[in-house]
């Protein structure tokens, strides 16, 4: 059974940081790109990050309102996926999900992300 658990949310102050985990089980995660999407209340789930898998040289991918202040990376002894979010902004504020695709059909229970003054 595919399973992606993911960890490290919070409440944190504009311009704060926070790193999220994924952990990955029921199948081979070095053979896949996973992606982060997220959900801000009230509207639809957004796709914000991508690392493909090491075959593909993990090259990464972002939107473009998480550029520059996110980075993805990976673990495949640990099956792990992070996401560091840095300079956060009010606008970031949502559940974040680990993906095996772009749209969010596949994910976990996802982690609630608040930034607040």
């Known amino acids: 059974e595919v399973q992606l658990v993911e960890s490290g949310g919070g409440v944190v102050q504009p311009g704060g940081s926070l790193t999220l985990s994924c952990a990955v089980s029921g199948f081979t995660m070095n053979t896949y790109a996973i992606h982060w999407v997220r959900q801000a209340p009230g509207k639809g789930v957004e796709w914000v990050a991508a690392?493909?898998?090491?075959?593909?040289?993990?090259?990464?991918m972002y939107s473009s309102s998480v550029k520059g202040r996110f980075t993805i990376s990976r673990d495949d002894d640990k099956n792990t996926v992070d996401l560091h979010l840095n300079n956060l902004k009010i606008d970031d504020t949502a559940i974040y999900y680990c993906?095996?695709?772009?749209?969010?059909?596949?994910r976990g229970q996802g982690t609630q992300v608040t930034v607040s003054s």
């Open positions: 993906a095996l695709d772009t749209k969010g059909r596949q």
């Open positions: 690392i493909n898998a090491p075959n593909v040289g993990r090259t990464t």
